[in-house]
């Protein structure tokens, strides 16, 4: 990756990156043996949050996070700006697995965390441009709207009322968005629009600051009870962490544990205001349509739309590349959602366009973790909902490395194990042949506006 491991090389990996403050020069490499009393690998969110939880709570721990490329590297530095109390596994999934009462104490600390991410910001000086506007999804077709209805009636079953999420009429959806066909949609108050670079790099500052030593350009390759093992030395301690979410089928032993999916996203620029009065989202709420394969977007604080989506293919053996990031045809079809979505924006130039692998675990269900026998502890398999929940993760862990009881280490996803994923080829075939159908299935209902069976089998087969 030699090409890319300057400053400007790494701004060109996102829009966010490219405008967070200061330099993204790489610190310092891990150079020979070290000692410690946690060591992390993985500077994205998780190992951030988790060093940031553990030295607030005892700040003579000595801690040190090595990252292969520089903080924010990874998702953490790339992604769509949702800080919201999504959990990627239902509260109806979570209910089946751990029951109605931890399902709801999941959902409501997962609406706290959305409030902790602002308060740990704000403690720590960084102006991530937050914009607590909630979430409007969109419903396009009388399956979405279906979907709209449903999701709601789940969120009533497990108590969470009106306040935590409501229909929208289609007008009441329109004052939001005024995206073309719109038939009602959701809304949730629970979710803020940042932008995600200067929160990771902010984090990154933040935790050296409190004595914590981030090695840049320090791959690890082995984590292994009592150490991490790179080419330039070993970080010995009685905790490891592995926060490496998307990369972690890169590490011996971990191939199966969770599959590399990317999403893309593109950026407009900074659009007039005349543009905005015709499309809405006044106050920055983060929006979606209840389509599968999903979308997402926000108005960024300089006015531009960022707007991304999945759909671009799983390479076999969970490969990462940098040729990944860019996918054309994702790009093209994301264009064009957009202007279908807003016809405003039909000339709008593109000046960003990126993406980045997110983790998906078999089952769709984050955890995070520790094994006391070995020390050894993880977090990660959040899907694409992982802005606010690794901040849950940082202060789970922070919990078990100290032994010390806030209530959250007995939510349901501590300890969790996901089960592993398919060998090759029947991973590729499975992952793939998922994407297809969603895709599929959604074009089925744009033309029907009746759901795809088909979807809904893939989505039973996926765990949901
Ligand atoms: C395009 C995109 C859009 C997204 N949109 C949203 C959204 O709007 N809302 C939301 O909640 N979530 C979203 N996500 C998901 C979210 O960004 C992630 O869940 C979250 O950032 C995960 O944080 P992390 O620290 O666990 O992983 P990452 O940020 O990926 O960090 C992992 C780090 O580990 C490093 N690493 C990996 N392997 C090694 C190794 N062997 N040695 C040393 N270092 C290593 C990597 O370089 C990386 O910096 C999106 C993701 C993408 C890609």
């Avoid at 990252?67 to 949702?82: D, L, P, T």
């Avoid at 914009?131 to 108590?159: I, N, Y």
Wanted: glycine residues 12%; contains cysteine; aromatic residues 8%.
């Amino acid at each position: 990756m030699g090409r890319m491991s300057s400053s400007a090389g790494y701004r060109k990996l996102s829009f966010w990156l490219d405008t967070v403050p200061g330099t993204l020069t790489p610190g310092v490499r891990l150079d020979g043996d070290v000692d410690v009393d946690v060591a992390i690998a993985g500077a994205g969110y998780t190992g951030l949050w988790t060093a940031y939880y553990l030295s607030r709570a005892e700040p003579g721990l000595r801690i040190a996070v090595c990252e292969r490329e520089i903080a924010g590297f990874g998702a953490s530095g790339r992604n769509g700006g949702w800080c919201s109390a999504l959990f990627p596994a239902s509260l109806g999934k979570l209910a089946r697995m751990a029951g109605r009462d931890a399902a709801i104490a999941m959902g409501r600390a997962m609406q706290e965390t959305v409030d902790e991410v602002a308060a740990a910001a704000a403690a720590e000086g960084i102006d991530c441009h937050w914009a607590k506007g909630g979430t409007v999804m969109l419903a396009r077709s009388p399956a979405q709207l279906d979907r709209a209805t449903a999701e709601v009636a789940e969120a009533r079953e497990f108590g969470f009322g009106s306040a935590d999420l409501r229909l929208l009429t289609a007008a009441a959806a329109g004052e939001y968005a005024a995206a073309t066909g719109v038939l009602g949609g959701t809304y949730t108050p629970h979710c803020a629009a940042i932008h995600p670079g200067r929160l990771v790099r902010g984090l990154a500052e933040a935790v050296r600051r409190r004595g914590v030593t981030v090695y840049e350009r320090t791959p690890v390759t082995q984590i292994l009870p009592g150490r991490l093992v790179t080419p330039t030395g070993t970080v010995r301690a009685r905790h490891v962490i592995r926060a490496t979410e998307g990369f972690t089928a890169q590490l011996p032993g971990e191939r199966r544990t969770v599959v590399p999916v990317y999403s893309l996203m593109i950026a407009t620029e900074p659009l007039p205001e005349s543009a905005w009065a015709q499309i809405g989202l006044a106050d920055r709420p983060t929006f979606g349509d209840l389509r599968h394969l999903i979308i997402y977007g926000q108005r960024t604080q300089d006015g531009r739309f960022a707007f991304g989506g999945r759909g671009a293919p799983y390479h076999l053996g969970s490969a990462i590349r940098p040729s990944f990031d860019r996918a054309p045809a994702v790009f093209t079809a994301l264009r064009q959602t957009l202007a279908e979505l807003f016809p405003a924006l039909a000339d709008a130039a593109v000046t960003h366009a990126w993406g980045g692998p997110i983790g998906v675990p078999r089952d769709w269900c984050a955890s995070v973790g520790l094994d006391r026998s070995t020390g050894v502890g993880w977090a990660g398999g959040y899907v694409g909902d992982g802005v606010a929940t690794t901040n849950l993760a940082g202060r789970t862990l922070a919990d078990l490395v100290l032994g010390s009881d806030s209530g959250i280490t007995r939510l349901p996803w501590v300890g969790h194990r996901s089960p592993r994923w398919e060998a090759e080829p029947l991973r590729w075939l499975g992952v793939n042949a998922g994407l297809q159908v969603m895709s599929w299935a959604d074009r089925q209902e744009a033309r029907t506006g009746r759901a795809s069976r088909a979807a809904e089998f893939v989505g039973r087969y996926l765990g949901n």
